[in-house]
């Protein structure tokens, strides 16, 4: 055959062969994940719980996939802003969020959302903090039961506070009043902060929180939402003790896209877990008075699954869901 013809038919095969080269590029590509930095968005503004759990674990997450973790924080609307971002960004591994339980096993069943649960994949919890009933400064009660005598007597003396409708604070003393058949005034702030102060300034008479706020602030305690006392406050007794047997923690860890890979799925559960056993994590979670607390991805949404279960129905008591 001539020669100008076989030139012909081995243009053609380079031609055929050019996409097949680009996709095993590809292939390789995806296979060396993370190849890049990693975007970890936070559904608060800086300063607060979720935010600063996220710059403890950045260091060691980082560590552990060989690229950089970047905190990324979207605050507003109760975290249901930026845990919406996670939702619809691509699931390549590149974006990934640390939400704790608001704003998906509570939000939902508030308001009307782009997103549920089945919107995202749950990589790893990473922290479990134990809630505590935290009394004011100058509050007239000490415990649960002289709380819940104030409320009978003069519901409308007994002023609370939340960091936001429909928080999992606002929840569980929601629902214990409601146990108690007491009626009182909610007082919602931003955050956790600007509520220790009006607690400190007398403003309001009680609220539920993480124990480092009363850590901070030298508030009194009344109540642990736990199933057993902790270590941090031996004295100071359950709910459950108080005759209410309300359980209740905020707890938070890493989300994906609904459609992630298993491939990566699998790379960052397995950083996730050197990470939370690290020194430097447990060290900086310890100056939070935060606790440490891994599970897999599985156990993770078993968990919300669970606990948004549950959500629904107080809320529907408390006349608050929209469903």
């Not at 609307?77 to 591994?93: H, K, L, N, Q, Y």
């Not at 939000?107 to 935290?134: A, E, G, I, K, M």
């Amino acid at each position: 055959m001539p020669q100008e013809w076989w030139n012909r038919i081995g243009r053609r095969c380079l031609g055929l062969l050019a996409p097949l080269a680009i996709l095993s590029g590809g292939a390789g590509a995806q296979e060396a994940y993370p190849a890049r930095p990693i975007q970890l968005i936070v559904p608060y503004p800086p300063g607060g719980n979720t935010d600063l759990m996220a710059r403890a674990l950045q260091q060691s997450l980082s560590q552990a996939l060989g690229q950089g973790v970047v905190v990324v924080n979207r605050g507003g609307a109760s975290g249901t802003i930026g845990d919406a971002e996670v939702a619809r960004a691509r699931p390549d591994g590149y974006t990934i969020g640390l939400s704790p339980n608001t704003p998906l096993t509570a939000q939902t069943h508030l308001v009307p959302l782009s997103y549920s649960l089945n919107s995202f994949r749950f990589l790893c919890l990473v922290y479990d903090n134990p809630q505590v009933l935290v009394l004011g400064r100058n509050a007239p009660f000490r415990d649960i039961a002289g709380m819940v005598a104030l409320g009978r007597t003069k519901p409308e003396a007994l002023v609370y506070g939340s960091p936001g409708q429909g928080s999992t604070q606002h929840i569980l003393i929601a629902n214990l009043l409601r146990r108690a058949g007491v009626e009182a005034l909610h007082a919602p702030f931003s955050g956790a902060g600007p509520m220790a102060q009006a607690a400190l300034g007398g403003q309001i008479m009680a609220f539920v929180e993480s124990p480092s706020i009363p850590a901070s602030t030298g508030l009194p305690v009344a109540g642990v939402f736990n199933a057993a006392r902790i270590a941090s406050l031996p004295q100071v007794p359950t709910v459950t003790e108080a005759g209410y047997p309300i359980v209740g923690s905020s707890a938070g860890g890493l989300i994906a896209p609904a459609g992630l890979p298993d491939a990566i799925a699998a790379v960052i559960q397995r950083a996730c877990g050197e990470a939370v056993a690290s020194e430097s994590f447990r060290t900086a979670a310890g100056r939070l008075n935060a606790v440490p607390s891994y599970a897999s991805g599985a156990e993770f949404r078993e968990r919300f699954v669970a606990e948004s279960d549950s959500n629904r129905q107080v809320l529907r008591d408390l006349g608050m869901a929209h469903e």
